[in-house]
């Protein structure tokens, strides 16, 4: 079966701008989570959707949001971007979410770079 | 909060066994997962321990002890491919998300 699949893969912003990533998770998968990783910092929570529904949320300033539709497919937003927001945004699904099996199945991720 | 701890990198020669250490603190655990993780690809699923004890996967084995907060995983036979980073991630009860540790960097030489 297909895997989770991100898009856009690479993209390039200035500070200031917004930016919106798409993760599309495996087929029946209902949970959708997103990380940012970074060289200094590793893999840092942001949120975790389930059914529509925002389940869990990282320490992460309100600039970054997201959502999730009916067919389980799901968008991060950041706003305002900063310098330091250059990352790899990971997204993960799972069948039945992060509390209930920890099998995180990941995207190849958007990286972003804000110049 | 919760603190994970692994060593930044590593080296190792082609066939021989290495072991990757991870310590964590946390008061509401309820599962580790090892993850291995390939330059520009994504993390794949390595392994999960919730149990105290020793779980073999083929070549890969990881172990936990709850009382120490300790687990490691245990490559044996190394291969060129398994130079990747090595993520070592603990499941909180209380947050219901994975928290993941800053990942051990193998380089596996010939």
């Known amino acids: 079966k297909a895997g989770v699949t991100q898009t856009p893969r690479y993209l390039i912003k200035t500070r200031g701008q917004q930016v919106t990533l798409s993760c599309s998770p495996i087929?029946?998968?209902?949970?959708v989570s997103w990380y940012q990783q970074t060289p200094g910092q590793g893999l840092q929570f942001l949120f975790e959707?389930?059914?529509?529904?925002?389940?869990n949320k990282g320490n992460f300033p309100g600039r970054f949001s997201g959502r999730q539709f009916s067919n389980s497919r799901s968008e991060m937003n950041v706003s305002t971007l900063e310098l330091g927001d250059s990352a790899l945004y990971l997204c993960?699904?799972?069948?039945?979410?992060?509390?209930?099996?920890?099998?995180?199945?990941f995207g190849e991720g958007s990286r972003l770079t804000v110049l | 909060g919760q603190n994970i701890d692994q060593p930044t990198e590593m080296t190792a020669t082609e066939g021989a066994i290495v072991q990757i250490n991870c310590t964590y603190q946390?008061?509401?655990?309820?599962?580790l997962f090892w993850y291995q993780q390939h330059a520009a690809e994504a993390p794949t699923f390595l392994s999960y321990?919730?149990?105290?004890g020793l779980e073999e996967k083929g070549r890969f084995s990881s172990f936990l002890s709850r009382s120490k907060g300790y687990s490691y995983l245990l490559l044996k036979e190394l291969q060129m491919k398994d130079s990747a980073s090595y993520l070592c991630?603990?499941?909180?009860?209380?947050?219901?998300?994975?928290?993941f540790g800053k990942g051990t960097m193998l380089l596996v030489s010939p």
């Open positions: 993960a699904s799972s069948l039945y979410g992060q509390g209930e099996t920890g099998e995180l199945f």
């Open positions: 087929s029946g998968h209902r949970s």
């Open positions: 959707y389930f059914s529509e529904t925002q389940r």
């Open positions: 946390t008061s509401g655990f309820n599962g």
């Open positions: 321990n919730v149990l105290d």
């Open positions: 991630a603990v499941r909180d009860i209380r947050y219901s998300t994975l928290t």
